[in-house]
């Protein structure tokens, strides 16, 4: 069992910067961000492989956000730079082990036009 805890999230202007944070309980294999807009199915945003340091973004945030680590603390941050309003959702980090996938409880971004 993995705890997945997000935080960070806020109302913010179009052109502003918001910094998600998630926390796994212990060291996974694999870590990554999905929102989730109103009325949408969840989506890919971003992830890493943990052992081998491999990034992978959506296009639509390419250039925009970027994902960093802090490896003692099984913790994963999400900067988000240039926000458009079109990323208003709720962000959820997914941690995986082996088949096993954990979600967190989700956290509100908001960016106002």
């Known amino acids: 069992q993995v705890q997945v805890v997000e935080s960070g999230g806020g109302l913010v202007e179009a052109g502003g910067s918001l910094r998600l944070s998630c926390a796994a309980s212990?060291?996974?294999?694999?870590m990554g961000w999905f929102g989730q807009a109103p009325g949408k199915e969840r989506e890919y945003v971003a992830s890493?492989?943990?052992?081998?340091?491999?990034?992978n973004y959506a296009d639509s945030v390419k250039g925009r956000f970027t994902i960093t680590r802090d490896n003692a603390e099984n913790t994963l941050y999400l900067q988000m730079d240039s926000l458009k309003p079109e990323d208003t959702a709720v962000y959820y980090c997914?941690?995986?082990?082996?088949?096993?996938?954990?979600w967190g409880q989700g956290t509100q971004v908001t960016v106002s036009s």
């Open positions: 997914k941690a995986r082990i082996r088949a096993y996938a954990y």
């Open positions: 212990r060291r996974t294999f694999s």
């Open positions: 890493v492989l943990w052992s081998s340091g491999t990034i």
